[in-house]
């Protein structure tokens, strides 16, 4: 059953958070702001599907979908479903925009597939608390809604934490195709098909991580073992530059020169 409340402020504005407005089980009716909103603001997606537009993009919200608008941030939301029910909150306080900046969460951000139940929970018993006590709700519900902002805070960096995680693998992944395979002919479209991304996301990958591109990479694991090569075989550096997968003598000079300031003939007169 629909509920809202929007309790009367007083000195709760000394709160370091309180809460402005709250809504459970809200029937979701088409909302334009152009100027945004003046306070934050957390949705529950309960059923049904809903959009939202922030800066011209559109954002679709099925259910079990948490997200955030900050404030004064333009947007528009309207149901896609004959119906859409969401929980939210509004809300303040003194502390609420440094927290939220330093956990660098306040941008618009949608998370899909959350299990919502903590969230639920605490929202719920944030109205029955504003509900029971007029006088001092707010003052009770400041903990609650602090509470309701760390689970929020959990969400999020769950969902960052599995996002880097896929990224570490995919990197990984790369990483011993090259170095199991590096005498062989690797194009970057091949180590691309290997992560699961395109090869510009590659290449902001390692860029990230080794401030080098993937070929670039590529070249140095060659020049390693080839140095290897150079100081504990008898082979010539034409053979070297085959097995460690150069194929041109020439330019395996060149590479080699690059990275190491000497060519590989004077390198290997150094070291041995």
Known sequence: MFKQIYPVIGDEKSLPFYVV????????????RAE?????????????????????????????????IPPFCPHEYHALSEAWYLDWIAFSG?????????????????IQGVDMDRLR?????????????KLYGNHYAS??????????????????????????????????YIEEHYPEQIKLNDLAKIAGVSE?????????????????????????HAK??????????GEISDETGFQDGSYFSVVFKRYENMTPGEYRRIKV
């Open 21 to 32: 407005g709250l809504g459970l089980e809200s029937w979701q009716f088409p909302i334009k």
């Open 36 to 68: 945004g909103y003046e306070y934050p603001q957390i949705f529950l997606s309960r059923s049904g599907e809903g959009e939202v537009v922030i800066n011209g993009e559109s954002t679709r919200i099925p259910p079990d979908t948490v997200f955030y």
């Open 94 to 110: 003194s502390q609420v925009m440094p927290l939220m900046e330093q956990w660098k969460l306040n941008k618009f951000t949608a």
């Open 121 to 133: 929970r605490i929202i719920t018993r944030i109205y029955y608390t504003l509900k029971s006590d």
């Open 143 to 176: 903990a609650q809604l602090y509470d309701f902002l760390i689970e929020y805070r959990k969400i999020a960096d769950n969902r960052l934490s599995s996002f880097y995680t896929a990224q570490s693998v995919a990197l990984a992944d790369v990483l011993q």
């Open 200 to 224: 510009q996301h590659l290449c902001r990958l390692f860029k990230k991580n080794f401030q080098l591109r993937p070929m670039e990479y590529l070249a140095q694991v060659r020049v390693q």
């Open 228 to 237: 290897d090569l150079l100081v504990y075989s008898d082979k010539t550096i």
